[in-house]
């Protein structure tokens, strides 16, 4: 194991949990690395020419601009068959030409203090080779119900989706919260409303289910909330984009 | 209860489910009326001047462009003494000079053919007396868990915080489908990160749950995610944004 942040850390455990022998734990923090490699009990350590090159798989999960210059580094040390997957959803794959290469993604958001069921995480996988592929998909199946082959354009496009549904949804309850805090009222009055937009994907397209002033056409509550957000320009730049993006989809004539 | 939307579905069969007497339900659309009528046990009609002023609260659950004029053809056959309520978090209050008038807001979103536990919604109250003030916390906390009053200015505030957390966020779900359907792939795939997005609210602060990119500062994945959107100006646009929005936290020295 490559790296021990928060998707080193999460794997790790889940391969473990698993029954399955994690032969050492590399980061260039020595502290890191031995936080992992305890809790784990794992050989750990912090000079990637230590690393053993006698191992099934070299998982990096580490910063994204380090993925490429760390697999070729690794690549120098344990040779051409040993396979080097990575686990990030925005980077491109390994270079093919240097060995056998996979793409190991749990398509997940992870914390460290804050346990994850890897079995409902869908496990991104591919392989420069049909026996690595296998393989990897079988590593994938003994950590998560939600095996998927994925190739790097899917992926890449997966990724940005995540971005808005993720990172941009997460800014969105951090302006909310800016909002009411500033009127000292409780953030927790919005969870349940915030909760209950995610349960309604269960059943419903989030195009049906879309409510509030713009859906409605409301223009006199928009204008109402742009006047508040005066102060706030960007908010407001963004308030203004959303009702113009569900005005323009509300109007559109339905698909088939 | 007037109004037979699905506030007035949810509203309706929760304060009969708490044992309170629905005396009558009214929608200007009959068959509306009689759905919601029949299901409640409860007298239906859709002419207005058929209400019955024999009652202890009136309960406007209707079009925020409606609630008004409504309340206005109520008032002159109930008289000053009935006190009547809205539930819409967007409307100003009624004109109190009119009578005893109040707020009786659930801060949720409904839909009809989804059941919602009221208990754990939050139930925003204003009366326009102290009794009436009174008896709406007494009548809220036969449906909710959560009764807090609200003043016109901090409901406002509320709506504004909810648009961005709900319907702007769901917004971001639908974009967030578009894209991976283009390609073919499944929605379902961004289910666990989404809910997992949802459940760090309830132990970190959204500023410090921020992951992503723009979090990262990761100036080649951003490029290539703006590439990638060029034949979607608008989407471009918001990713843009939300990227400024991000860097620009990220950057800000940390509060106290």
């Not at 960007?234 to 009702?243: D, G, K, T, V």
Request: hydrophobic content about 40%.
């Amino acid at each position: 194991m490559i790296g021990a942040g928060n998707v080193a850390w999460h794997l790790s455990h889940a391969l473990k949990n698993a029954s399955l022998e994690i032969v050492q734990v590399f980061s260039r923090r020595m502290n890191k690395a031995k936080e992992l490699g305890l809790a784990i009990e794992a050989p750990f350590f912090s000079e990637i020419k230590k690393i053993n090159p006698n191992t099934d798989l070299i998982i990096l999960a580490i910063h994204d601009d380090a993925i490429h210059k760390v697999a070729h580094q690794i690549r120098e040390i344990v040779g051409w068959e040993t396979p080097i997957v990575h686990t990030s959803g925005a980077t491109p794959s390994l270079d093919t030409s240097e060995g056998l290469e996979g793409i190991f993604y749990p398509l997940q958001t992870f914390s460290k203090n804050k346990a994850i069921d890897l079995h409902e995480v869908p496990m991104c996988i591919r392989g420069s080779s049909t026996k690595l592929e296998k393989e990897l998909i079988e590593l994938g199946e003994k950590i998560s119900d939600h095996v998927t082959i994925i190739s790097d354009h899917e992926r890449a496009v997966l990724h940005v989706a995540a971005v808005f549904v993720n990172n941009f949804t997460n800014h969105l309850y951090s302006i909310g919260r800016d909002i009411v805090n500033e009127e000292n009222l409780d953030f927790n009055l919005l969870h349940p409303l915030i909760k209950e937009t995610v349960d309604k994907l269960k059943f419903s397209d989030p195009k049906e289910a879309q409510t509030g002033p713009a859906k409605r056409g409301d223009e006199e509550t928009i204008k109402r909330h742009l006047d508040y957000l005066n102060d706030k320009k960007q908010w407001q730049n963004l308030y203004s984009l959303f009702s113009t993006l569900i005005l323009k989809q509300t109007k559109k004539p339905k698909e088939n």
